[in-house]
């Protein structure tokens, strides 16, 4: 079937059932292939107005973004590569008489890089942790460039007296290893960006307290843009960047939505919205298109951001999800 008969011939729910199919045969191709967007569609049955919700969630899972398997190596490769290797090597440049010398870039850099270490955002379970694993991989790391979040320190019991000669005990905490220039946190996805502002507290600002001078840095796949501002103007990182930004325009149902700049006849903004908060109150009360209104259509090969809206990623017993997210337990 040609794309330009499937444009112009079929009727809308038609042709945007034949773009979800496209999408599971190339870029969704990792995802289930079982036709269980049909079990998802199924979740729309308001009597009312059954077709037309169902035409309506087909017109947004027809605008889903999912970055499978490939895409995020890729997106690996550009994190350490873009954000990380080019500005050093700028600065190396720069501090050279902008020199164009590979063998001077390179020794210097691979010094630089030796001084570095990378870490995950959260505990060993969670998403940004497990990433660390691909990263190395795509970027030919070494394993000894990789540590966890309790190696950063180094704590000593000290034992001493006080003014009236009673024993006291105190902890010291250090750096462990002084030789390290920088630590650069690796994480998937920004929504809020309160993760990273937690981590802040209980790690950056220690680092910085002990040394001032210790370069920390946060760097992302995906970040929002509330969420990244966030992170800039409320924690001690001193760079905090992302591959892809999401702006405002990936709200779904913002004033700029990207997703309805386009007007169809059978389409309508405010129907999609209110069909959305409708389903969305009752699988997530508190968060009806996503947490802190998130109103995001994404998704990552290794799990669902809850930013997204909660009609693509919940699962109960009377609601089957098309892109699964798989929650942390504490």
Known sequence: MSANITENTLPIYDRLLYKVITYYATIWKDRRSDKIYNDWLN????????????????????????????ELRELLRCVFRDLFKYPIVAEIRRNNNNTKDISLINRIFNDELSKTKFLGVGNPSESGVHLLYYFRQENNLEKGCFINTHEIFKTNLIKEKD???????????????????????????????TQAKDYSKDI?????????????NYLMLFGTEDGINSVKNETKFDKVETVFTIDSSFKCFSDNSRYFCKPINEIEKDFCKNMCEKYGSTLWNMHPLGYKDGQLLLSLFHNTPDNTLPIFWVENTTWTPIFKRFHKIY
Request: charged fraction near 30%; glycine fraction near 4%.
């Open 43 to 70: 979740n729309f049955k308001d009597s009312s107005c059954e077709e037309k919700e169902k035409l309506h969630a087909l017109f947004l899972l027809s605008k889903f973004m999912y970055f499978g398997n490939v």
């Open 163 to 193: 003014a009236n000669d009673v024993d006291i005990s105190r902890i010291d905490i250090k750096i462990r290893n002084s030789n390290i220039k920088r630590y650069v946190f690796i994480d998937d996805f920004c929504g809020s960006g």
């Open 204 to 216: 950056v600002e220690q680092i910085k307290h002990i040394n001032k001078d210790i370069e920390v």
